[in-house]
């Protein structure tokens, strides 16, 4: 009941004082039109002076039993709305909100005239309404790949010298492949074929053009060339309805490979994306790398899809986390961080959470989701509602109000909240004889027996021969999923619900047992030692594991069904998060760019560049054009850590020392005081290297500084050995520390150059620097903005040796609710800072964690390690160039 009033509310105020412009201004009691407004930007792509809100709302009248007025606004549809206006509109949100809306007012109308009380009148208007329409979004579709162009003028179509459109190149792919429901849904309807095969040719591409290696889909692609415009990949805004669309079209029409499809990306969905109970996205060539540190608010949807695949456990996970994040704000903001703060306060009073919160109640049957639906009610009365409907958040954290209540607020918002509490007799038809559209229009489930006019297996493209055994089969199940286990929902929940605001408060046997003789208090994350057996049998109990990479550091995963209590659970969930904060600690906000060590003795001659991260003390290498040059020495003790014991050897030399057993400061001293004009501290964690682990900045050890005038800089066990291998073989080794690789006229000039050096091209041999195998791919700060945008710190803990800084190269697992990658390395570049926590994959670990398995060859020819396994010039430039993009992308903060 309090629904329908609320409905009551916004509907008659948009009637009143908007109609029939296309949205209602809450704040001011009017109609906004395109036009006569200060324009928004691509918000107003919706508005195309056709009574937008009214359409959107067709099909929600009927489903809240409000027979009458659907009648007289499907009337008024007929009689006022004007499909022909000279404006140029989304044709993705033309799509799902005005055909959406037609057709589904359509499929309700024919319902209510069959049942013979309401419509009797009705001759099917709004479909011809529909495939007028229709033909209005064809010319859009006039480009050689088939996918549409982002925006359509209604009277002109596009590239019309009057059409104000169709110089666009890009477009999203949820712009895209959001078609084919209402396209064959018309097509069925009117028998008219041209419909569903534009809309599949369009889907069709976007598969083509998924990355091979990941099958992910990127968020924004190049409608001519199908070039990856935007090659990050979530399931939010830009990608959400593309994959809510394949496995709907597979429900509706029946074809098979639409599900093979789903099916694909679902799977690298939970392998790359999923980190349970976050979604974050990736890049769609390196998806074990995170692309952004926050989420948006359209992946709400998500759980609510995963319902319908049948996935519920995940759908559990990541709903609850949503929640706690409302409960946090009051709504969803916009976007939000990965330690759940306010990325983008808006909050335009999004249905998505709604909509998930509904279908997880279908499945579960459990009450905690009308619980769910009665806190987002009760919001929305308290935050939202003004006198004249539901005004827009225009920032969740003060209440403050946008003049703006779209259209889907009235299409989709009221339509789940009401079926989320609405039992079977307050309903007038069978909800199940329909399938929603992503904007929550209702589509008879009949259609996939009607007008087939397209082959049911899609010719155009060639897909595997399905296998069933290893095949997911899936439509959406009705009943309940686990009638056998009200419990079900709940356990999936618990180890989660202090997962946002961290309290983690302590349950009454947990204080007893800290109390007395009892069993000790929870492991803290700052005593944590990956060498005690007793911490690693916490860490177990605790249903966290540790798990030993390959490249030298070490992973901590957390499966929350893992622990021996939901107790153990929370004190699991709330040591990582402790990672998390502990590593944001160790972070300075000023970022350093990498340096470059560069090899410019016989036989180099500066050919080896080496990528070197730098350190937040000593000479600054950046205000010293030059650099600082000189034969290489190690010393003795290797570490570093006491007075130099060779002080003749080291004098007016570059000091070489291993990491380890005292601060880098501490370090620096020493050999300073030795009389070494810089040092290169070289990893002990066999087989790292700068290509697979990232670099980080060296920091002091907390006290002042000032004293430390030599360059200092941090090589990679691989990259360190390179230069350890040239001592063995020639001695004398002469290397450049500097900002940034330097050509070799620069390096020689003055001096004498080999003849072969000064016969060769220097711009071509300047290229060759960067073909090493060993080279770091980042020769100079410029051509790696990753390195400098994203560089680390981290301290040094004497007690502890050498901690270690959260790591991100490795995602959650599926399942999982936290994971964390360690190394024996003092900080990463893509650990979550105090402003903006990264994956949850926080870490940190002693000096003696170093794994015991170590899958890295130290090769001994150091001849077949120069002059072997050189790399094609074109590889190492698309990597690069990779890399770059994938880094640029990473800087925009936009949808």
């Known amino acids: ?108 109308a024919i319902m209510l005239k069959e049942k013979g009380e309401y419509m009797q009148w009705y001759n099917g208007e709004l479909l011809h309404m529909a495939k007028e329409l229709g033909y209005k979004l064809l010319p859009a579709f006039n480009t050689t790949s088939g996918l ?72 924004t692609i190049n409608i001519h060339t199908g070039d990856w415009v935007r090659k990050d990949s979530g399931v939010g805004a830009g990608i959400d309805s593309y994959y809510e669309y394949l496995l709907k079209a597979y429900v509706l029409l029946g074809d098979d490979s639409f599900l093979e499809r789903f099916n694909t990306h679902y799977d690298a969905i939970m392998r790359y994306i999923s980190q349970p109970p976050l979604l974050l996205d990736v890049h769609i060539h390196k998806p074990m790398l995170n692309a952004r540190t926050w989420m948006d608010s359209l992946l709400a949807f998500f759980p609510g899809l995963q319902v319908l695949k ?61 619980e769910v639906g009665k806190t987002l009610i009760e919001n929305l009365n308290k935050y939202a509602r003004v006198p004249c409907g539901f005004a827009a958040m225009k920032d969740v954290r003060t209440g403050s109000h946008e003049d703006r209540m779209d259209s889907f607020f009235l299409a989709e918002m009221f339509k789940y909240l009401y079926l989320l509490f609405a039992d079977k007799e307050d309903m007038i038809f069978d909800i199940e004889d329909y399938i929603f559209t992503t904007e929550a229009h209702l589509l008879p489930l009949w259609l996939s027996t009607t007008n087939q006019t397209i082959s049911k297996k899609n010719t155009s493209t060639e897909y595997t021969e399905l296998d069933d055994s290893n095949f997911d089969w899936t439509c959406p199940n009705t009943q309940i999923l686990f009638p056998n286990d009200p419990m079900f929902a709940q356990s999936i929940r618990e180890p989660l619900k202090n997962v946002v605001d961290k309290s983690c408060p302590r349950g009454i046997a947990r204080a007893e047992e800290s109390l007395g003789s009892g069993p000790k208090p929870p492991l803290r994350a700052r005593d944590f030692m990956a060498s005690n057996p007793e911490h690693l049998e916490i860490l177990k109990k605790m249903g966290v594991s540790l798990i030993h990479l390959k490249d030298g550091r070490v992973q901590l995963v957390q499966h929350a069904v893992q622990a021996a209590s939901s107790l153990d659970a929370e004190d699991g969930l709330r040591f990582m998060q402790e990672m998390i904060e502990l590593s944001s600690q160790q972070q300075k906000e ?16 500066g050919r080896v560049v080496l990528t070197a991260g730098p350190a937040q003390f000593g000479m600054d290498l950046s205000k010293h054009k030059a650099g600082t040059r000189g034969f290489v020495a190690t010393i003795k003790p290797y570490n570093g850590c006491s007075e130099i014991t060779n002080p003749e050897a080291v004098k007016e030399k570059i000091a070489l020392m291993q990491r380890g057993q005292c601060m880098f400061a501490e370090k620096a001293r020493n050999i300073q005081k030795a009389g070494a004009i810089g040092g290169i501290v070289i990893d002990d964690n066999e087989g790292s290297s700068s290509d697979t682990a990232p670099l980080f900045q060296m ?10 005038t030599i360059p200092m800089l941090f090589l990679f066990n691989k990259e360190g050995n390179i230069i350890l291998d040239a001592i063995r073989e020639y001695e004398a080794v002469e290397v450049l520390l500097s900002d940034k690789a330097k050509d070799r006229a620069t390096i020689f000039k003055g001096k004498m150059i080999p003849n072969y050096i000064i016969d060769g091209n220097l711009e071509m041999e300047n290229m060759d620097q960067k073909s090493s195998e060993n080279d770091s791919h980042k020769p100079n700060s410029e051509e790696a903005p990753s390195e400098s945008q994203d560089a680390g710190a981290v301290s040094e803990e004497p007690d502890r040796g050498e901690s270690s800084a959260v790591g991100d190269a490795d995602p959650l697992s599926p399942g999982s609710a936290a994971s964390a990658s360690v190394s024996r390395a003092d900080g990463d570049p893509h650990a979550p800072g105090a402003a903006e926590a ?49 880094f640029e992308m990473m800087e925009k903060d936009e949808l």
């Not at 000279?86 to 044709?91: A, C, F, G, L, P």
């Not at 925006?151 to 169709?166: C, Q, Y």
Request: hydrophobic share 35%; net charge negative; aromatic share 10%.
């Open 590 to 605: 000023q970022q350093l760019p990498p340096r470059a060590v560069q090899i410019v003795s016989h036989p180099f001659f």
């Open 699 to 708: 920091a002091g050890d907390g006290k002042n500084t000032d004293d430390i």
């Open 1 to 108: 009941n309090q629904v329908l009033e609320m409905f009551d509310h916004a509907y008659s105020n948009y009637m009143e004082h908007a109609y029939p412009a296309d949205e209602l201004m809450p704040l001011t009691c009017r109609g906004r039109v395109r036009g006569q407004e200060p324009s928004r930007g691509d918000v107003d792509d919706a508005l195309g002076k056709f009574s937008l809100t009214l359409i959107d709302t067709l099909d929600t009248l009927v489903v809240l039993n409000k027979t009458k007025e659907f009648e007289e606004a499907v009337k008024k549809v007929i009689k006022d709305v004007n499909l022909d206006n000279d404006i140029v509109v989304s044709v993705f949100e033309t799509n799902i909100r005005v055909l959406g809306g037609l057709l589904g007012g359509h499929s309700v």
């Open 838 to 886: 990264g994956a949850p994959e926080p870490a940190c670990t002693p000096e003696d964690s170093q794994p015991q398995e170590q899958n890295t060859q130290t090769e001994s020819n150091s001849k077949a390690h120069w002059d072997s396994k050189v790399q094609p010039m074109e590889s190492i430039l698309a990597d690069w160039n990779e890399d770059i993009e994938a």
């Open 148 to 219: 549409p162009y982002p925006r359509v003028n209604l009277k002109f179509g596009v590239r019309h010298p009057e059409a104000r459109t169709g110089t666009e190149t890009d477009t999203c792919t949820a712009c895209a492949g959001t078609l084919i429901l209402e396209f064959a849904a018309l097509s069925r309807f009117t028998g008219t074929s041209i419909f569903e095969e534009y809309a599949r040719k369009a889907l069709d591409f976007i598969w083509e053009k998924r990355q091979r290696s990941s099958n992910l889909v990127g968020v």
């Open 310 to 370: 049948g996935d519920i456990r995940p759908a559990i996970e990541t709903h609850e986390m949503l929640y706690q994040v409302i409960k946090k704000h009051n709504f969803l903001p916009e976007a939000f961080t990965t330690d759940f703060r306010v990325h983008w306060a808006q909050h335009p009073l999004r249905p998505e959470f709604a909509e998930s919160t509904y279908f997880l109640y279908k499945a579960t049957g459990d009450p905690y989701y009308l």
